[in-house]
């Protein structure tokens, strides 16, 4: 099977959870504490934006403020209190202490062209669309391969068209591939066409970018630089480690939540980078990594006959 998606370069789709060495554990253990982090009340924001927000590492910020100096020499005086601050700012805030988590949503094209939630391992058939909502518990990296049929590997995202060849996420704030903000009806949805197959997309999140896989910048240079070198196809060492990574046990939970419209609230916060409260809908499928790991890795079969 192939799935015609120029956006992504793939040629096909079709989705359900791949087989994954599951660890026992009590669902709602899983889905309690993936939602744990998700804030109490929706964030406040006044944007109007439609465009798809920038998923580019955020920058450090530098303080151009001369009254920062200023306050600095006023407050010397209090030497107990400014080194206990000094201490505090110079150590670093704890990041991603928690387990890493990864929540999926599938959704399919009605035929009113509205998104709902669909089975993921149902078999897709010749014009079926889909699409997929991410959501992570954590700041962090996200990185899509794909194989045909137990081919080579190819990077999907980060995109060098997509994003500004970013692929920086934040915690509880949704992301959707392919994106329903694509200038064309085409490109909003994985496309199934009449040639079967066996496809696997590989979600990969991690704390800190993969080294050997270029983002952003070194991304966008070398696809205009060389037509051939993009979609970027792994180095057996990065693909080692994924693979390994993939044997890693994943604790899961399953919500059923079929046939239920995509909200607002998830289009809007997948739109405009917003984040997600306790209280707006949940991922279909949540896994959490056992551990404290640096990455999680678990793949989506895409079934299509």
């Known amino acids: 099977m192939k799935v015609i998606v120029p956006l992504f370069g793939l040629l096909c789709v079709a989705i359900a959870i791949s087989a994954l060495p599951i660890v026992d554990q009590d669902q709602e253990d899983v889905r309690g504490a993936f939602l744990t982090s998700r804030p109490k009340d929706k964030p406040a924001t006044s944007s109007n934006t439609t465009s798809r927000p920038s998923h580019r590492r955020p920058r450090p910020s530098t303080d151009k403020n001369p009254s920062s100096a200023e306050n600095k020499n006023t407050n010397s005086g209090n030497k107990n209190s400014n080194a206990s601050a000094s201490n505090n700012s110079n150590k670093p805030a704890p990041v991603n202490a928690q387990r890493l988590g990864l929540g999926l949503t599938l959704f399919m094209r009605d035929s009113n062209g509205l998104a709902v939630r669909t089975d993921p391992s149902r078999v897709f058939q010749k014009g079926d669309r889909v699409r997929v909502l991410l959501e992570t518990n954590s700041d962090g990296y996200l990185y899509i391969f794909n194989t045909t049929n137990d081919g080579p590997p190819v990077m999907i995202y980060p995109n060098a068209d997509l994003d500004e060849a970013g692929n920086y996420v934040q915690a509880h704030v949704p992301f959707e591939i392919p994106s329903s ?16 197959g066996n496809e696997r997309l590989f ?24 037509k051939s070198a993009c979609p970027v196809k792994p180095s057996a060492e990065v693909w080692a480690q994924v693979e390994k990574d993939l044997k890693t046990p994943l604790r899961t ?25 306790k209280d707006d809908p949940q991922p279909a499928v949540i896994m ?13 079969d895409l079934i299509h006959k």
């Open 181 to 196: 903000l694509a200038a064309e009806e085409r490109l909003r949805w994985f496309a199934f066409d009449e040639a079967a």
């Open 288 to 300: 959490m990594a056992s551990s404290k790991g640096s990455r999680l890795v678990t793949t989506l």
């Open 203 to 226: 979600f990969v999140f991690t704390k800190e970018p993969l080294t050997g896989l270029p983002i952003e910048d070194e991304l966008i240079a070398l696809c205009r630089d060389s």
């Open 253 to 277: 939970d399953t919500s059923a939540q079929n046939g239920q419209a995509q909200t607002t609230t998830e289009q809007q916060a997948s739109a405009r980078g917003l984040g997600l409260a």
